[in-house]
């Protein structure tokens, strides 16, 4: 999300890597890639071209432990038009959801074991 070119996820590309490792979680937060409210506001020459809405809905009694309960956690994904094709016939916004859906198969597989 903090690279906007069409080759963003060239790995062997330095200075792309040099710039994702000087985006710790705050700066993230600070510079507006993160946001905990569900306004999007439209800012002069700003770079973020992409978002990630993610919202919690049908909470219910969890049947196993009391203690916690079940929910649907729904991403929803926007890209402005003209940045959605990537190289590779990729499209942004199912790269973006291939990502999330990898990391939280790592985290659902970890818990497993």
């Given at each position: 999300m903090i690279i906007n070119k069409p080759d963003c996820?060239?790995?062997?590309?330095?200075?792309?890597?040099k710039?994702?490792?000087?985006?710790?979680?705050?700066?993230?937060?600070?510079?507006?890639?993160?946001?905990?409210?569900?306004?999007?506001?439209?800012?002069?020459?700003?770079?973020i071209?992409?978002?990630?809405?993610?919202?919690?809905?049908?909470f219910s009694a969890n049947r196993v432990d009391p203690k916690y309960r079940d929910c649907t956690v729904n991403f929803d994904i926007i890209c402005?038009?003209?940045?959605?094709?990537?190289?590779?016939?990729?499209?942004?916004?199912?790269v973006i959801a291939g990502y999330i859906d990898g990391i939280l198969n790592s985290i659902s597989n970890k818990n497993r074991k």
């Open positions: 996820l060239d790995e062997t590309n330095t200075e792309y890597q710039l994702i490792d000087s985006k710790p979680l705050s700066v993230l937060r600070k510079e507006g890639y993160i946001r905990l409210n569900p306004k999007i506001a439209r800012k002069e020459f700003e770079e071209k992409s978002y990630i809405l993610i919202t919690f809905d049908n402005y038009d003209d940045e959605w094709d990537l190289d590779g016939f990729k499209e942004r916004p199912l």
